[in-house]
């Protein structure tokens, strides 16, 4: 696609659900990110995948939190046993790469409501 | 820590001003800055970006100045339109880190 698309673009879940959110980034990209965005905050780091490396993990609040990124291009950002404070906008974002450009393409996020 | 901040959290102006957004950082150390738009319910939008050996960048209506000796960052839009009417995040990053680093936001308001 032309841009990065997330789906499903609102999630309402239960406390102590599972959630699993999907971003599919701009084709070629071999860089993205995963942010999470609470309400009038700014943008936090959570995941980073490059290419083949391991992926940068620094950003996840707790192991609730995984990301997987399968075949180098979808990512699935996968929150266990929600809990009301991982209540968010969660912003997948792609890049042409390191050394490449750090220009971030943002998709239009998920939106995740714990209740 | 370092930290990426602003110094105003709401800004108003008429339609044709110019605006200013700045944006405070922290990291000595860091290296490149960027501008996004947010739009509400939408991504943040690129804008504009600079590197730390230069102090100032032009965009359309849109320049990016920086003070490295005061660690100062801001976004001049010229003309202002209701359009541009968004959250404005800065981000900075430093070479060897992999992520971009966030401050809070401006929201720009345009009075017609």
């Known amino acids: 696609g032309a841009g990065v698309s997330q789906s499903p673009s609102n999630k309402v879940t239960e406390k102590g659900k599972d959630v699993e959110l999907r971003c599919d980034p701009i084709s070629g990209h071999t860089a993205l990110y995963w942010y999470r965005q609470s309400l009038g905050q700014g943008l936090e780091f959570l995941i980073y995948?490059?290419?083949?490396?391991?992926p940068d993990k620094s950003g996840l609040p707790s192991d609730r939190f995984s990301a997987e990124r399968t075949g180098g291009s979808v990512s699935t950002l996968t929150i266990q046993r929600t809990q009301q404070e991982d209540s968010a906008v969660y912003l997948c974002?792609?890049?042409?790469?390191w050394g490449a450009g750090e220009k971030l393409f943002f998709g239009s996020g998920t939106q995740l409501s714990v209740l | 820590g370092e930290s990426v901040g602003l110094h105003l959290p709401t800004l108003s102006v008429q339609e044709g001003d110019n605006s200013i957004i700045n944006c405070a950082y922290s990291?000595?150390?860091?290296?490149?800055f960027i501008w996004y738009k947010q739009e509400s319910g939408k991504g943040p939008q690129f804008i504009i970006d600079?590197?730390?050996?230069?102090d100032k960048r032009q965009g359309q209506r849109v320049t990016v100045l920086l003070n490295k000796t005061v660690k100062h960052l801001s976004l001049q839009i010229a003309a202002t339109q209701p359009g541009d009417s968004a959250v404005y995040f800065c981000?900075?990053?430093?070479?060897?880190?992999?992520?971009?680093?966030f401050g809070s936001g401006t929201r720009l308001q345009v009075q017609p």
């Open positions: 981000a900075e990053k430093t070479t060897g880190r992999r992520a971009l680093t």
């Open positions: 995948f490059q290419g083949n490396s391991a």
């Open positions: 600079i590197r730390s050996n230069m």
């Open positions: 990291n000595s150390a860091s290296d490149y």
């Open positions: 974002a792609s890049s042409q790469g």
